[in-house]
């Protein structure tokens, strides 16, 4: 009996796989006659028009291009803006995890332009090495901010990426004792959440800060500085991801918490001005950071990106005339292939000069200015890596800042769909079902680890040059190759500069 009822029970699940076997078919047979009509009358895609049904597969297949490429078809150090040995070992260090490799580099080290450190044959010693102490920034603030780690979070806003993530990120920093910027998007309550370090942003449209016909409110930005978490406001005049042009956050993206935050309409594409409508020269900028400043009694700078020296000489010889104390607290430098937002590719791709040149430029006119110890340098822009970073320390730099770094550090697998609200990762997307994947606990923790061994590989960095800590990295520690396969000093390249201002100018 029993035999009988389990072989009724087979042959009625097979006649009901059939059934669905043939509906299947029909169905798909259905669904291709549809789109067969579709494409061979629809005047829009020659492709589709020329070759119906068949002709979809080529966007399908372009589409999912950019996902197989970076795990099928691409060596290690092929692919932009970050290859597959430079994600990996942000994934190792924020996992903490090895991150030693075998059987030599796959870096190709006579490429020129390639940056080498020259190891001393008598390296720093670990019971002689010490941490990078904390810098003042602000001197001539109600507030100065003693400023703890020399590597740190760049600005991302809540909007362009998720609450989740941006939670993650702020535990995490308050952990690794680093500073989170806020982005452009405003102060939200998920910057605040893990009690640590805050860089407020003000960008073009004032988001956060703005009254009602998006001017400055002094009201609101003491209410933002009230918070003794934020350590420092950041004026953004451009970003490496689009210099010469504001933020875009997609309408899928401005919900009704965002747009509370920012005091934007909900709904609507939110698009900041390209430049600041009060600030038109030196004069207007000095004007405004001072004025944030007396509001706020806390260090100002702010962020661009360099298109030539012209500006900075401007800008020096307006703090000459009107006094050193009027300086900005600090300049942010970022470099021209930055960019973890939406942006237009013609920005994207030939507007700008990277940290490369930008970097070096900023602090040996400031150098020369007699204005280097008054104003701290900040370089941003591709710094997920610790040759990057240590890179920027030996050229000048008081601290270096990674957005992307952090992203990878959250789960981020270069998608590419920032500006889509499809982000499969939960990074920067606003979709609820999506965000349930990056799990805020584990991710914070991660941040925490790839701060934490950044630190440390830089450090070793140092240590194997012969100096005791990150910011005694020099120029004179780097070599890059140049056009006859030969390294030179870099310190030949961009030689130290002196103070070519008198003391009593100053």
């Known amino acids: 009996m029993k035999s009988e009822g389990f072989m009724s029970f087979v042959k009625t699940t097979m006649e ?31 492709i589709r028009h020329n070759f ?3 002709g979809r597969f080529r966007y399908w297949f372009e589409h999912l291009g950019e ?3 970076q795990y099928f078809f691409s060596m290690d150090r092929e692919e932009l803006p970050f290859n597959r040995a430079e994600r990996s070992w942000v994934y190792r260090a924020a996992k903490n995890i090895s991150r030693t490799q075998a059987f030599g580099s796959t870096r190709n080290l006579n490429q020129v332009g390639t940056v080498l450190f020259m190891n001393d044959q008598f390296p720093t010693q670990e019971e002689d090495a010490v941490e990078a102490p904390p810098v003042m920034i602000g001197p001539y603030c109600r507030t100065p901010y003693l400023a703890r780690s020399f590597f740190n979070i760049s600005g991302m806003s ?13 535990r995490g920093a308050a952990r690794a004792g680093c500073w989170i910027n806020t982005g452009e998007g405003g102060l939200s309550p998920y910057h605040l959440t893990g009690g640590g370090d ?8 004032k988001y956060g800060v703005r ?15 009230e918070h003794p978490q934020v350590k420092m406001i950041e004026l953004k005049l451009a970003q490496g991801a689009k210099p010469g042009k504001g933020g875009i956050l997609p309408a899928a993206k401005v919900n009704a918490e965002i747009a509370r935050i920012r005091g934007i309409p909900e709904g609507k594409a939110s698009i900041s001005p390209n430049g600041h409508p009060e600030i038109h020269n030196v ?10 400043r007396e509001v706020t009694g806390k260090p100002v700078g702010f962020k661009t990106v360099l298109g030539g020296e012209h500006f900075l000489y401007e800008l020096c010889a307006e703090i000459h005339k009107r006094g050193i104390e009027f300086a900005p607290d600090f300049i942010t430098i970022d470099s021209a292939d930055g960019g973890s937002g939406a942006a237009p590719q013609p920005l994207f791709d030939y507007v700008g000069l990277t940290l490369k040149e930008s970097l070096p430029m900023a602090i040996d006119i400031l150098q020369q200015q007699g204005l280097r110890d008054r104003i701290k340098v900040i370089g941003s822009g591709k710094m997920i890596n610790p040759s990057m970073v240590a890179w920027a320390l030996a050229m000048g730099a008081d601290f270096a ?3 992307r770094g952090f992203m990878f550090a959250l789960g981020c697998i270069q998608a590419m769909q920032c500006n889509k609200n499809t982000c499969p990762t939960g990074v920067t997307t606003h979709d609820p079902d999506l965000q349930k994947g990056l799990d805020i606990t584990d991710k914070s923790v991660r941040v925490y680890h790839y701060h934490k061994n950044m630190v440390k590989a830089v450090g070793m960095i140092a240590h194997s040059c012969g100096v005791k800590e990150p910011r005694q990295l020099k120029r004179h520690h780097m070599r890059v190759v140049t056009e006859t396969g030969l390294s030179t000093p870099i310190d030949k390249v961009h030689p130290y500069q002196e103070n070519k201002i008198p003391t009593k100018n100053l």
């Open 198 to 205: 805050v860089v407020f942003q003000i960008g073009t449209a």
């Open 67 to 69: 996902f197989f490429r």
């Open 52 to 54: 119906p049904v068949i």
């Open 16 to 46: 009901w796989i059939a059934g669905f076997f043939v509906v299947a078919i029909i169905l798909l047979l259905l669904t291709t006659i549809v789109f067969y009509v579709i494409d061979s009358t629809q005047k829009k895609h020659a």
């Open 158 to 170: 809540y909007g362009a990426l998720s609450k989740v993530a941006v939670e993650a990120l702020s």
């Open 283 to 292: 004069s207007d900028l000095l004007d405004m950071i001072n004025h944030i």
């Open 401 to 403: 800042l990674s957005a």
């Open 211 to 225: 009254d009602a016909e998006g001017k400055l409110s002094d009201e609101k930005l003491e209410q933002v500085a």
